[in-house]
């Protein structure tokens, strides 16, 4: 059971190029997550997806789009990067949004990403 | 706004011994869960233990176990019989247990801890 898959685990870009991260997932989970890691500031989120075919900002947006594909995907797109998007990114599932279940988040292994 | 806070950065302990890392936590919210979530080298995130608030039991997990005290909005973690394996960044976090739109799982900085052998 693969669980959260990310793609790539590593990528360096130069300021102003742009790429895409990959996510999937195969527990048949309703919601997605993208946070971003840095020293000293824990994990913060960057867009969410309660459900297929939704899609809402977190609480670190700017810079990014995302794109739920179906209900297994969801990839986070940087236009124009820059250095100040270097960082860990991690990409997230759970059963269920704001049901009242506190379900637990399921984690892909993280993507390292460098803007020189 | 949820607040989640790890005061301690960094804590080491020896092999065999018990440690208690220190989570506090701010909400008006009445009903409501809190996790610990350990990172290892690896990077890879793992749920550790889960509360839920209107519990009044503490969660255990194997060596793992909480200190809930709803209260003093206060979630400790207490690894008995630290294993080399034990050492890893530490996070503690928090959701509401009726969600909106707007509701996110909230983390804390983290705690690094060291198992010393």
């Known amino acids: 059971n693969a669980g959260v898959t990310q793609t790539p685990k590593f990528q360096v870009l130069k300021t102003g190029q742009s790429m895409t991260l990959q996510c999937a997932q195969d527990?048949?989970?309703?919601?997605m997550y993208w946070y971003r890691q840095d020293p000293g500031m824990g994990l913060r989120l960057i867009y969410y997806s309660a459900s297929e075919g939704t899609t809402d900002k977190g609480e670190v947006p700017n810079g990014y789009n995302v794109s739920r594909l179906n209900k297994r995907e969801f990839s986070l797109r940087l236009e124009s990067a820059a250095p100040s998007q270097t960082s860990v990114y991690f990409c997230?599932?759970?059963?269920?949004w704001g049901e009242g279940i506190g379900s637990p988040l399921h984690f892909g292994n993280g993507t390292r990403l460098t803007v020189t | 706004a949820q607040t989640v806070t790890q005061s301690q950065p960094e804590m080491s302990v020896q092999e065999a011994e018990t440690v208690t890392l220190s989570c506090t936590y701010d909400t008006s919210e009445s009903n409501y869960y809190l996790f610990w979530y350990k990172q290892p080298p690896s990077r890879q995130m793992i749920l550790v233990i889960r509360?839920?608030?209107?519990?009044?039991q503490n969660a255990t997990e194997n060596r793992f176990s909480v200190n809930f005290q709803k209260a003093a909005k206060s979630f400790s973690l207490k690894i008995s019989d630290s294993q080399l394996g034990d050492t890893a960044m530490y996070f503690c976090a928090f959701i509401k247990s009726r969600g909106s739109s707007g509701d996110k799982l909230t983390f804390g900085t983290g705690t690094r801890l060291a198992v010393r052998p």
């Open positions: 509360q839920e608030a209107y519990k009044q």
């Open positions: 997230a599932s759970s059963e269920s």
């Open positions: 527990m048949n989970h309703n919601s």
